[in-house]
């Protein structure tokens, strides 16, 4: 095996070389480090597919005969390395002197390592790819200050000129290349985007920004290029005042929009995309006024100019007719996946439209209709589709075809016209019209309420976390449930990180940083982070009340136990009901794989991105309309626990299962029966954790799902209401939102059980025939000891019309042994209320009764230690229970003719 490898915390300059090195030897595979820089990752996150790169952990161990090093010269050890790998070295850093004698290094003075693998691509008359040729790009711009500093040669400019005749991208590169502003930049830059106003013309969003840089000594182009990437308009305008007078920049991010040509009607000048003015007084207001009194540095006069004069400039946008395919294929509800399988392999397409009576009523598409093969399910276009009526009309601008993808997450979107289907537009016919640019994925900002919903210890020590990820630029993310709930203002405690790169390696660092100890699981990615004996105990933080005097310190009551850290991954289903395969993936793909589009919100911590809400599957939406939806329409089918889930969720926010989502969930349910009895367990128990627990239960019984979960779950036996005692809901209520009567004392937890996990099962389940309760037990694998108390209760509740007119001490006798949690339980169910008269007695007062004798006094009689002490002792309780003896001296006298009766005997 041969492979390529670079340095850790690689740059564009090392990624772009590990790629061309691939190209001119495509045996050899091109090995990513495990650190990549942040932009790097962002930018594999958008074209990775682009690139054959391997991470080093799929390695098989096969032995490696030659390692090509490029743009490092420390070697990177890998398993199947030996003493006979042939080393190789190109690098454009100067040759070290210890470099063993017998590699190869080729070693050369340019600006760029990917510069010399350029010309070597350049020679063997490769052809690239417009993503491919702008890694190449990049890698010579980020080396070399984009052919502006001292190290760059006459070669580097010579290979950046082939990639752009290859299709690079300098707009692509400009996004990945930014620089930082300075302290008096983001002054001036923060103004300017609180006073941006944004106006339409002729369908294009134009943004015109204005403020005061007077004090400002730096170039202004820098805040134009951050405002843009901020604000995302077709086309920006910056005017600011400064020593010199009013300064004009802009940039623009269509062909429609000649920002060169706008600044020349202020004096100035520039290409179509960036241009810029230093706007003398002749030029502010295009001539037209006289005023003297205007200061030369008024931005008000060249602003009010430029408005009247934009629309004689702007081209009117593209409309979804120029871009749109006539005569789309469509499929109709009964489509079988077959036909559809069939369908996209014969023409190439991702995705169709289905239609129900001239009227589009969904989307297929091909990752759906892969899965539902995967599984062997024989399902129709109906079951599969992600449903809903995402249409544009011929004449729509691109800006609302973008936002429609963007919301429903559909990549192909029928064109509709006079209610008929005339065409369909692709998200590549979107991204080949569009100016290429870097997709952000923050909505909003949260960090203020996530200051104020935790506690300042905790915070604190996200802080450093993120302070972390920040060096190791990583992308850090709070995820799930806990942003889910800091939204709806009901924040927690609990939350998960999730990691863009190596969660375990972030997790060791903050060891190695701040003590503790880590756990992890290499397969999944993902480690836990034990903060007992870690520095956090000691530190001080700011007070949680500004008017202590003392700080606040970290304490083991105000920190979590551990930290979970989970590498961002996508998992894949094998089959259903089965525990998914999973692989590293970008943040997106992560969320994805998630249960309901509430559960995929995350929100990001890292350096300026801290506090950006990330919602790429429509959760907030969802959150604020009080839908549970799920992301596709085989989620259940990959996870049938979800069903359980999305009853759970439902009920504890008082939301509603979406209309699509109920019918997956009908179509899903009969899976649960595939599932292990500990899976559905774990469900079950954390429904009784809930609040609303009766709630949920009674909402699983009206969807049915209980016989699905056990045949022996018969609706008759469980949740039908009863002449005598309760209903199942009823019951619950009963037994887990109020209290037992104070006169039954304390009512003990079943050995180790949870309290109220075992009352539930009680309670719901008592009602069943032994048979059925033996195999529900059976199926979901209860305790031993839980099973034995259902068990016990069960057969109490069939022999206890006959106990109904016996003694006291013969109840007593055959409720000892029951505990009595369980005989609570079992006086909840159906019984009559006479005998759930005695149980009650039993537990507030019968089983408390016990004879003043005790074995001491027994053996002071010389009654040697014998099973006749219990004979005697259940006699004597038999007796103050039956009301036979009412005091000691009665006690004592019947004791002395059991005595007696036993010397008779004898």
């Known amino acids: 095996m041969h492979v390529i490898l670079t340095h850790e915390q690689a740059d564009f300059d090392a990624l772009a070389s590990l790629f061309a090195a691939h190209l001119l030897n495509e045996q050899a595979k091109a090995i990513l480090p495990r650190k990549l820089n942040r932009n790097l990752r962002a930018f594999l996150t958008l074209y990775g597919r682009e690139f054959p790169f391997m991470d080093p952990r799929d390695l098989s ?19 199947g390395m030996g003493k006979k790998t042939h080393i190789r070295v190109v690098d454009h850093h100067p040759r070290r002197d210890n470099l063993p004698d017998d590699w190869e290094v080729n070693v050369d003075e340019v600006g760029a390592t990917v510069t010399l693998l350029t010309e070597n691509l350049r020679d063997a008359h490769k052809h690239l790819s417009m993503p491919q040729a702008t890694l190449l790009l990049l890698g010579i711009y980020e080396d070399t200050g984009s052919l502006s500093y001292a190290s760059t040669t006459s070669r580097d400019a010579r290979a950046v000129a082939w990639l752009l005749e290859q299709g690079a991208s300098l707009n692509i590169a400009a996004d990945f290349l930014n620089s930082p502003l300075s302290e008096n930049q983001q002054a001036v830059y923060s103004k300017l985007s609180a006073n941006a106003k944004m106006h339409k013309i002729s369908g294009h969003q134009i943004v015109i920004a204005c403020g005061d840089a007077q004090d400002l000594d730096e170039e202004i182009s820098s805040l134009a290029h951050k405002l843009r990437d901020l604000l995302d308009p077709d086309a920006l305008f910056v005017l600011v005042k400064t020593k010199e007078g009013v300064r004009l920049v802009a940039r623009s991010t269509t062909d429609s929009i000649d920002v060169g040509k706008i600044a020349t009607q202020f004096g100035g000048g520039g290409h179509p995309r960036a241009a810029a003015a230093l706007i003398r007084e002749e030029f502010r207001d295009g001539g037209k006024s006289q005023n003297n009194e205007i200061k030369p540095n008024d931005t008000s006069v060249p602003c009010k100019h430029l408005l009247e004069i934009l629309p004689d400039y702007i081209q009117p946008s593209i409309t979804v007719s120029e871009i749109m395919s006539r005569g789309p294929q469509v499929l109709s509800l009964e489509t079988s996946v077959a036909e559809a399988s069939e369908l996209m392999k014969r023409f190439g397409y991702e995705g169709y439209p289905v239609v129900e009576n001239g009227k589009v009523v969904g989307l297929l598409n091909r990752r759906s209709v892969d899965r539902a093969i995967s599984h062997h399910l024989n399902l129709t276009a109906a079951s599969l589709m992600d449903a809903g009526e995402v249409i544009v009309a011929p004449d729509d601008a691109l800006t609302t075809l973008q936002t429609k993808m963007t919301d429903s997450g559909w990549g192909q979107i029928p064109v509709v016209d006079d209610g008929e289907v005339i065409g369909i537009v692709t998200r590549t016919d979107l991204l080949k019209t569009l100016t290429p640019h870097t997709p952000r994925a923050a909505e909003n900002n949260y960090a203020a309420l996530l200051e104020s919903a935790l506690p300042k210890a905790r915070l604190e020590l996200i802080r450093k976390v993120a302070d972390a990820a920040a060096e190791q630029n990583l992308a850090l993310y709070l995820v799930g449930g806990f942003v889910r709930d800091l939204i709806l203002e009901r924040p927690s405690l609990d939350f998960d990180i999730v990691v863009e790169g190596d969660a375990i390696a972030l997790a060791e660092t903050l060891v190695e940083k701040y003590g503790g100890r880590v756990t992890k699981h290499d397969r999944f990615g993902t480690a836990k982070w034990f903060l007992e004996g870690s520095k956090f105990e000691s530190l001080k933080v700011e007070s949680e009340k500004p008017s ?4 606040a310190t970290f304490t083991p009551s105000n920190l979590p136990i551990f930290l979970d850290f989970i590498t961002a991954r996508t998992e894949f289903y094998k089959s259903p009901s089965a525990l998914p395969t999973v692989s590293r993936g970008s943040i997106k793909l992560d969320l994805h794989r998630r249960d309901f589009t509430i559960n995929t919100l995350a929100l990001r911590l890292d350096k300026s991105h801290y506090g950006e809400l990330h919602d790429h599957w429509g959760g907030l939406v969802d959150l604020e309309r009080g839908l549970v939806r799920v992301l596709h329409s085989l989620s259940f089918v990959d996870d049938p626990t979800r069903i359980l889930r999305a009853v759970r969720f439902e009920q504890r926010f008082g939301f509603t299962l979406g209309i699509r989502t109920k019918e997956l969930m009908d179509e899903a349910h009969s899976l649960l029966a595939k599932l292990s009895g500990q899976r559905i367990k774990h469900e079950l128990d954390l429904i009784l954790d809930e609040p609303h627990a009766v709630e949920m239960f009674s909402r699983i019984a009206t969807l049915d ?10 609706p008759d036996s469980l949740y039908s209401e009863r002449s005598e005692g309760y209903g199942l809901a009823e019951r619950l209520n009963i037994a887990l939102n109020t209290h037992a009567p104070t006169e039954y004392g304390e009512l003990e937890p079943i050995a180790h059980l949870d309290k109220r996990r ?18 529900v037990s059976k199926r979901l694998r209860f305790h031993a000891v839980l099973e034995n108390a259902l068990l016990a209760a069960r057969s109490l509740c069939d022999d206890l019309p006959a106990l109904e007119n016996a003694k006291i001490s013969e109840w ?48 002071e009689r010389g009654l040697s230690p014998s099973p006749r002490y219990k004979e005697i002792l259940s006699q004597l309780r038999a007796a103050w229970l039956d009301g ?23």
């Open 61 to 79: 161990g096969e032995k490696i005969e030659t390692a090509l090093l490029v743009d490092t010269q420390s070697l990177i050890t890998l398993k």
């Open 548 to 551: 202590d005097l003392q700080p």
């Open 705 to 714: 799902l209980f016989p699905a979960i056990s045949p022996a779950l018969a």
């Open 758 to 775: 075992t009352l539930g099962y009680l309670v719901w389940l008592l009602p069943l025939p032994l048979k059925s309760l033996r195999a």
């Open 812 to 859: 007593t006798i055959r409720l000892d042994d029951i505990p009595p949690l369980a005989l609570y339980a079992a006086s909840l169910c159906p019984i009559a209320e006479s005998l759930r008269e005695r149980l009650g007695q039993y537990l507030s007062s019968w089983r408390n009764i016990q004879p003043s004798i005790g074995g001491e006094e027994l053996k």
């Open 884 to 906: 036979e003896v009412e005091n000691k001296e009665e006690e004592l006298a019947l004791l002395e003719r059991l005595f007696k009766e036993q010397d008779d005997k004898e």
